[in-house]
C-alpha cells in the first residue's frame, strides 16, 4: 500500500526566502506525483504534476522533482511571498486513486 | 465552465438521518472521486468512479454509498450518519487519459457536522 509522507508538519520562514518541501512515498512503482495547493477553508488546487518519465516540473517560480529511486520528491518555491502562505500537500498514484500526505502548513512572514 | 461543483456547502445532521452530498463536473471527465478530510489524519479516499457505470470502494467506504448514472454526477449518500462522519468531504474529478495521467481537479468541498 502506498504511503506518502511530509516533513515538517509546519514551517514559518521570512519573506524572501527560497524554501524546500519534502515529500516521501514507499512504492517506487509511482505512476505520478502531485503537488497541491490548499488554503484555509478552500479546496485543493494542483500545482504540479509529474509523470513518472519525467524528473522535474516547472510553473514560475515553483520547481517540483521526482526521484523514484529515493521515493522522494521535493517542491522548491523561489523567492518566498506572503500570498505563498498555506498548506502544500503532495500525492502519488500507483494505480487509479492518489494517495495523499498530510501537507506542510507554510506561512512566509513579512 | 463551473469546474467541479460541491452542494452543500455546509451541513448540519442528527445521528442517523440520511442524506446526499451532491458533485457535478461540467469538464467531461471520466474519473471521479470522493475523499474526506480530517485534522491529522489528511486527505482519504471514500469511493472513486472511473466512468458511468463503475464504481469502487477507497480507502474508507463504510457508511458511504455511491453511484454513477452519468458522466457529470457522482453524488455520495450517507445511509445513517454517525457522529465519525464529521468531517469535510472533497469531490475530484479528472480525465482519463490511457497511460498519462492528468491533473486532478477538485470542488470547495462540503463541511459536514454530525450531532
Known amino acids: 500500500k502506498q504511503e506518502v509522507t511530509q516533513i515538517p508538519a509546519a514551517l514559518s520562514v521570512p519573506e524572501g526566502e527560497n524554501l524546500v518541501l519534502n515529500c516521501s512515498f514507499t512504492d517506487s512503482a509511482i505512476y505520478n506525483l502531485q503537488w497541491f495547493r490548499q488554503d484555509p477553508g478552500k479546496g485543493l488546487t494542483s500545482l504540479l504534476l509529474i509523470q513518472s518519465s519525467q524528473r522535474e516540473q516547472t510553473s514560475g517560480r515553483l520547481n517540483a522533482s521526482l526521484d523514484k529511486s529515493s521515493g522522494r520528491s521535493t517542491l522548491y518555491i523561489a523567492a518566498s511571498q506572503p500570498g505563498d502562505s498555506a498548506t502544500y500537500l503532495c500525492?502519488?498514484?500507483?494505480?487509479?486513486?492518489?494517495?495523499f500526505g498530510k501537507g506542510t502548513r507554510l506561512s512566509v512572514i513579512a | 465552465n463551473a469546474g467541479v461543483t460541491q452542494t452543500p456547502k455546509f451541513q448540519v445532521l442528527k445521528t442517523g438521518q440520511s442524506m446526499t452530498l451532491q458533485c457535478a463536473q461540467d469538464?467531461?471527465?471520466?474519473?471521479m472521486s470522493w475523499y474526506r478530510q480530517d485534522p491529522g489524519m489528511g486527505l482519504r479516499l471514500i469511493h472513486y468512479s472511473v466512468g458511468a457505470g463503475i464504481t469502487d470502494q477507497g480507502e474508507v467506504p463504510n457508511g458511504y454509498n455511491v453511484s454513477r448514472s452519468t458522466t457529470e454526477d457522482f453524488p455520495l449518500r450517507l445511509l445513517s450518519a454517525a457522529p465519525s462522519q464529521t468531517s469535510v468531504y472533497f469531490c475530484?474529478?479528472?480525465?482519463?487519459?490511457?497511460?498519462?495521467?492528468?491533473?486532478?481537479?477538485f470542488g470547495s468541498g462540503t463541511q459536514l457536522s454530525v450531532l
Open positions: 469538464m467531461n471527465h471520466e474519473y
Open positions: 475530484a474529478s479528472r480525465p482519463r487519459t490511457g497511460l498519462k495521467y492528468e491533473k486532478l481537479f
Open positions: 500525492a502519488g498514484g500507483v494505480n487509479t486513486p492518489l494517495v
